[in-house]
């Protein structure tokens, strides 16, 4: 429709949330007129299904036009979103704050509201407003862009061309968590919604995390005809079988596994006998990282923030218990030891991180392996052991929240429980000193010397040994570590292609920020071989390609490697005439691609007549363009 202000979607997700208000006012109207209970809960359930399958189809399969991307940037303050997170300080034409992306004391986190752009000098993260709601809050691209047309009250309109076969896929998911919340309640289901109702399972909680169920024997053929089978295999949730495709979780409790925006992007199939293995998740996919992904991070963001601190658990069913008791802060890897990337999103919304492990040997053993992982990331965890035997969901039966609360409050160090078990392990003093080595590599890579001096008083006395030896022991293990690591990166260097010319980041750094057309003739003559910076090489050669295409370029400026590298230039306040300086960039690359060739061709010629000549003309070439500019820079 033409010229109609409110998207004709939009307008049926209204009438269906009013549907589902209204059968969920009047729920008695079920039992007074006789009306079929699982009918009923069958029609509820399609249309919360639907009016969920409009809004992800709209935010994640439709294209947003580049003219929309402007106006979002255009109409973001990034100070303002910013300094919602990062307090931010005056600093002549630009702001500064401790940056949140590495641990710091001195702020080296500066944000240009002229400018648009974030910069940090200490880790080299940076970027446009795009970047940072990505980094920052753990979005994909699209996500970022609705949240940030939201802030700023821009309607988001779509591209109609679209992969059919990404609205496939989400139409998909949602078909299949519809099925298996039917398939639960009906007569196929009974012995998986016994198991789930045994364990004290409320049919709330089941709905609010949308646990389903598949029985053993689901025919396909409803999903083939409707779907091509590139999109059920890429789905990662139907496999090739003997007989045709079949669809992989079947006889297991349906989990849907959401990412940070509520958007489903795998499923894991709990098993509801001594099938083995206990859990089975979707394979991993575009969307689907198992090293990003912690399971309940889409309801648990806003409880961490204000709770402060995160509980890391083991299991799913952990989780949804852990949940329902009011513990909104709690969420689990993908079957999976944490990884750097988890500890990463955890800590933009907390600093505390308590892991909670069962008190076997097992559980001891988990939380050691994790120690290595937290402290390479400069994070220093708790941990909780729950009595042996007991899982959250025991304990909390018997023990009720104020029990629980009380064992979070037992809470240890991890890196000082690391050290309990080495010397209890230790039959001798000899073993305890191999133990304390172990620990002592992990204490010289600890940043802060605030809390390396507050381990090694902590270490000294839990050992038995002199503090000063102990920490002459660390300065000397540190020092021969450096120079090993400087004698390794000194090798590795000798391969790297040359040296580093300023003047290929600052063209580069103009082209993305003059208007396309004299970008593009900025272009003309230079090749990607002419930067002796690999890594500027292949920026340049996607910008081109955007350029070429007529893209948008601020798609390009919000991927986090092309803010990182360009974003120090962006902000100088040295760049105010960019075409000046796209102009002087570009000769002295000319420049410097014609000395690079020459000095090539000198060194691999073996005639010294034809050695002499080249380094006239290489001489003569240095003097017409040193009028022009230096190609030294």
Same mark, same amino acid.
Request: charged share 30%.
């Given at each position: 429709m033409k010229g109609f202000a409110v998207p004709i979607s939009s307008i049926v997700r209204l009438f269906i949330s009013s549907i589902v208000k209204i059968y969920l006012?009047?729920?008695?109207?079920?039992?007074?007129?006789?009306?079929?209970?699982? /009918?009923?809960n069958e029609m509820r359930l399609l249309l919360q299904s639907l009016f969920l399958s409009l809004k992800i189809a709209e935010v994640y399969c439709l294209r947003i036009p580049d003219t929309?991307?402007?106006?979002?940037?255009?109409?973001?303050?990034?100070?303002?979103?910013?300094?919602?997170?990062?307090?931010?300080?005056?600093?002549?034409?630009?702001?500064?704050?401790?940056?949140?992306?590495?641990?710091?004391?001195?702020?080296?986190?500066?944000?240009?509201?002229?400018k648009g752009y974030f910069h940090c000098f200490g880790c080299g993260e940076g970027g446009n407003s795009i970047s940072f709601a990505m980094k920052y809050h753990n979005l994909s691209f699209p996500d970022a862009i609705i949240m940030l047309a939201e802030r700023c009250g821009v309607?988001?309109?779509?591209?109609?061309?679209?992969?059919?076969?990404?609205?496939?896929?989400?139409?998909?998911?949602?078909?299949?968590?519809?099925?298996?919340?039917?398939?639960?309640?009906? /007569?196929?289901?009974?012995?998986?919604?016994?198991?789930?109702?045994?364990?004290?399972?409320?049919?709330?909680?089941?709905?609010?995390?949308?646990?389903?169920?598949?029985?053993?024997?689901?025919?396909?053929?409803?999903?083939?005809?409707?779907?091509d089978k590139s999109v059920l295999l890429n789905s990662g949730l139907f496999k090739e079988g003997q007989y045709g495709l079949r669809l992989m979780f079947y006889d297991r409790v349906m989990i849907p596994v959401k990412g940070v925006t509520g958007k489903t992007i795998a499923f894991s199939g709990r098993t509801i006998t001594d099938q083995q293995p206990k859990y089975i998740n979707s394979p991993e996919t575009e969307v689907f990282k198992k090293r990003r992904v912690l399971f309940n991070m889409?309801?648990?963001?806003?409880?961490?923030?204000?709770?402060?601190?995160?509980?890391?658990?083991?299991?799913?069913?952990?989780?949804?218990?852990?949940?329902?008791?009011?513990?909104?802060?709690?969420?689990?890897?993908?079957?999976?030891a944490l990884t750097k990337e988890h500890i990463e999103i955890l800590r933009r919304y907390t600093g505390d991180i308590y892991m909670l492990f069962d008190g076997d040997q097992a559980g001891y053993n988990s939380a050691l392996k994790s120690l290595a992982t937290f402290v390479e990331s400069d994070t220093y965890p708790s941990v909780v052991f729950l009595p042996d035997g007991e899982d959250?969901?025991?304990?909390?039966?018997?023990?009720?929240?104020?029990?629980? #609360?009380?064992?979070?409050?037992?809470?240890?160090?991890?890196?000082?429980?690391?050290?309990?078990?080495?010397?209890?392990?230790?039959?001798?003093?000899?073993?305890?000193?191999?133990?304390?080595?172990?620990?002592?590599?992990?204490?010289?890579?600890?940043?802060?010397?605030?809390?390396?001096?507050?381990?090694?008083?902590?270490?000294?006395?839990?050992?038995?040994?002199?503090?000063?030896?102990?920490?002459? #022991?660390?300065?000397i293990s540190a020092a021969k570590t450096r120079l090993r690591r400087t004698g390794e990166s000194l090798e590795q260097n000798r391969d790297r292609r040359g040296v580093t010319y300023f003047c290929e980041r600052d063209f580069l750094a103009a082209l993305v920020q003059l208007p396309e057309d004299v970008s593009l003739m900025m272009t003309e003559k230079i090749l990607p071989e002419f930067f002796n910076d690999k890594k500027m090489s292949d920026i340049y050669k996607k910008v081109l390609d955007v350029l070429q295409n007529?893209?948008?370029?601020?798609?390009?400026?919000?991927?986090?490697?092309?803010?990182?590298?360009?974003?120090?230039?962006?902000?100088?306040?040295?760049?105010? #005439?960019?075409?000046?300086?796209?102009?002087?960039?570009?000769?002295?690359?000319?420049?410097?691609s014609v000395k690079d060739t020459m000095n090539r061709k000198i060194k691999d010629s073996a005639d010294m007549d034809e050695k002499r000549r080249l380094l006239i003309e290489k001489f003569n070439a240095k003097k017409q363009t040193q009028v022009k500019t230096d190609p030294e820079d």
């Open positions: 006012i009047f729920p008695p109207l079920s039992i007074k007129y006789s009306v079929e209970l699982n /009918r009923l929309k991307i402007d106006e979002i940037l255009e109409q973001t303050d990034i100070y303002q979103l910013i300094d919602e997170v990062v307090p931010l300080k005056k600093a002549g034409n630009s702001y500064k704050g401790l940056c949140p992306f590495h641990t710091e004391k001195t702020p080296s986190f500066n944000v240009h509201p002229d309607t988001i309109e779509y591209d109609q061309n679209v992969s059919q076969d990404a609205k496939d896929i989400v139409a998909l998911h949602e078909e299949l968590i519809l099925d298996s919340r039917k398939y639960l309640y009906s /007569r196929e289901g009974k012995k998986a919604l016994d198991y789930l109702y045994e364990r004290d399972f409320s049919d709330s909680l089941l709905e609010e995390f949308q646990v389903g169920y598949f029985p053993p024997r689901v025919d396909p053929d409803k999903y083939v005809r409707k779907y889409d309801k648990a963001k806003g409880a961490l923030r204000k709770m402060e601190y995160a509980l890391v658990v083991e299991g799913y069913f952990d989780v949804m218990r852990l949940h329902e008791n009011g513990y909104s802060n709690c969420v689990a890897s993908m079957g999976t959250p969901d025991s304990f909390l039966s018997k023990h009720g929240k104020d029990g629980f #609360d009380d064992l979070i409050g037992s809470k240890k160090d991890l890196f000082l429980f690391a050290a309990e078990v080495v010397i209890k392990k230790s039959k001798d003093f000899n073993a305890k000193l191999r133990g304390l080595d172990r620990i002592k590599e992990l204490l010289m890579i600890i940043k802060s010397p605030y809390r390396k001096d507050y381990y090694a008083q902590k270490l000294a006395v839990m050992f038995q040994i002199d503090e000063n030896t102990l920490r002459k #022991d660390i300065d007529g893209d948008n370029i601020n798609v390009l400026l919000s991927t986090p490697d092309i803010a990182k590298e360009l974003s120090p230039v962006i902000i100088s306040d040295l760049n105010s #005439d960019l075409y000046r300086m796209a102009s002087a960039s570009r000769e002295k690359i000319l420049a410097n």
